[in-house]
């Protein structure tokens, strides 16, 4: 179900498709809330472009329904960081989903898309390292620790480690 106080047609023939109701009223109204049993909810999506009205919609069906659980879309990822840590939301940003993107890409470097495991963004990599590479002599947790990042696998001559120790020296 989708609550839009304008349904356009641009939203409105993806969401109908999927065979989900769209209710046209004011979402950050109790009544329009309680209208849709809010109440009887799981989880509530809230992705309009205004923080503000999100968060108002959020506080109130959590006071409706104060097990219900609330996903944000958002664009400033301190923010969203701040609402999860104290209200418990899982919030989306989007500057935290492109943000490894932008990092990889500017090194030309192979990457998955981020997952967001325990409130976390992680991605996997894959980094060749050249002859002069500041990485040449350290060791795995070394690497792991000035760079903050976990190593997933070493292939080296076609020889794939999983997992390599920490005293493992590339």
């Keep these: ?17 999927m065979g989900d109701l769209i209710i046209q009223d004011d979402s950050h109204l109790q009544s329009t809330l309680e209208s849709v049993r809010v109440d009887q909810t799981r989880t509530i999506v809230l992705c309009t472009q ?3 009205l ?3 919609v959020a506080l109130k069906a959590r006071s409706i329904n104060p097990a219900i659980n609330v996903v944000r879309w958002i664009f400033d990822g301190d923010y969203a960081r701040s609402l999860d840590e104290q209200f418990g939301f899982k919030t989306i ?19 998955t898309p981020p997952v967001t ?16 590479s500041h990485l040449i002599g350290l060791s795995a947790a070394e690497i792991e620790r000035i760079h903050d990042v976990s190593i997933v696998l ?3 001559f076609d020889e794939p480690d999983l997992h390599p120790t920490g005293d493992r020296i590339f």
């Design 1 to 17: 179900m989708v609550i839009e106080l304008n349904p356009k047609t641009v939203l409105a023939s993806p969401v109908q498709k």
């Design 50 to 52: 205004n923080d503000t």
């Design 54 to 56: 999100d968060l108002q």
């Design 93 to 111: 940003s989007t500057t935290g989903m492109a943000s490894p993107a932008f990092a990889v890409a500017a090194t030309s470097t192979d990457f």
């Design 117 to 132: 495991i325990e409130g976390g963004s992680l991605s996997l990599s894959k980094v060749c390292l050249q002859q002069n």
């Design 154 to 156: 070493l292939n080296r």
